[in-house]
């Protein structure tokens, strides 16, 4: 094989067919030929074009010295950039967008576990740094790639520990689980916001989250302040089946703002069939006292009073939607925290 290349290589750098022939010991040059075919000139130039792609890609470090790029360099350059697990991914812009590009990350099965914290970590901060870099260079794709990803899976370490650890120590009551939504200013604007119409239509954002029947946090997804509770129903269940909870749901507990039959359609088609939900007049129909409903709504609002004692969550002035996230998630975590502190002192006497 290798001497079939090299005469290959010989004879398309201009070599004479018999000075190949007396090179290789070949008695014909038949022989000759059959060992060294002539690639065609449009085939040789279109492999030169390729492989001059790969070689401005591809560096050719120094002895010593690592092949990886440059994290300033790279971070900066014109090309489609993803930030994988143990590396770089630069893709040539004529190549466009990458089928597979972070694909394990936005799977529904994707999961991590504290001794990739580090990792994880450092990956998070890139792919926020590419998401702002593909937004401040038009790419509305590449950012809303960037977004798939940050809001998939790698958004979210922290909370997702101390809610395992919680669950693991003390154990997650999902048998009674509330949700509902917590509107909230946002003066600085931006995206993810929008009127608000309890604040006499200034900018806000809201929250929609799901406790358990002790008021943790399990699920939860934001948006503008403008945008209904019943949009942000599915995704915050989706977070609560991304994370495997949902098929452990007994009772959800919802208050009239729900109260729809395509809700209720909705709900059941996800399995949910045990739902308390506070039952609002039809239209038209004649004023009576309904029986309130409370279940265990209140533990919900506990959980949304908790959270709006956080003033950068109450006053948020973050202008971008996943700086706003990481707050939510932040506070999240500092929550269960306080919970698993409680437990394990709730036989001191102080």
């Not at 576990?113 to 790419?139: K, M, N, S, T, Y």
């Amino acid at each position: 094989m290798l001497r079939h290349t090299w005469a290959t290589e010989l004879a398309n750098a201009g070599m004479s067919v018999q000075a190949l022939m007396t090179l290789l010991g070949h008695r014909s040059p038949e022989m000759t030929i059959r060992y060294a075919r002539l690639a065609s000139p449009a085939l040789k130039t279109a492999y030169d074009q390729a492989a001059g792609k790969i070689a401005r890609r591809i560096p050719v470090a120094p002895a010593g010295k690592p092949v990886v790029p440059d994290r300033v360099e790279w971070l900066g350059a014109e090309m489609l950039k993803t930030r994988v697990a143990h590396g770089y991914c630069s893709r040539d812009l004529v190549a466009e967008a990458c089928a597979y590009a972070n694909i394990c990350e936005t799977c529904p099965n994707y999961a991590t576990a504290p001794e990739f914290e580090p990792a994880i970590e450092a990956q998070l901060a890139d792919i926020h740094a590419l998401r702002d870099d593909a937004d401040d260079r038009g790419w509305t794709n590449e950012t809303a790639r960037h977004d798939r990803v940050i809001a998939g899976g790698c958004v979210r370490p922290a909370p997702c520990r101390s809610r395992r650890r919680h669950d693991r120590i003390i154990g997650l009551d999902l048998t009674e689980v509330a949700l509902d939504g917590s509107l909230h200013k946002a003066p600085c604007g931006g995206e993810g916001t929008g009127p608000n119409p309890t604040d006499r239509g200034k900018l806000g954002w809201k929250w929609s989250i799901a406790t358990d029947a002790n008021g943790i946090p399990v699920a939860w997804a934001i948006d503008g302040a403008n945008r209904n509770d019943i949009k942000l129903l599915d995704p915050t269940l989706d977070d609560l089946d991304r994370v495997g909870l949902l098929v452990d749901v007994d009772t959800l507990h919802l208050d009239r703002g729900y109260d729809y039959p395509v809700v209720r359609a909705r709900l059941t088609g996800r399995g949910l069939e045990d739902l308390n939900i506070q039952r609002r007049r039809q239209r038209g129909a004649p004023p009576r006292k309904e029986p309130m409903r409370l279940g265990l709504r209140w533990v919900v609002e506990g959980t949304n009073s908790w959270l709006s004692n956080c003033g950068q969550l109450r006053r948020n002035t973050d202008r971008r939607t996943h700086h706003r996230h990481a707050q939510l998630c932040l506070v999240t975590a500092v929550l269960i925290t306080a919970k698993l502190i409680d437990h394990r002192d709730r036989w001191s006497p102080s």
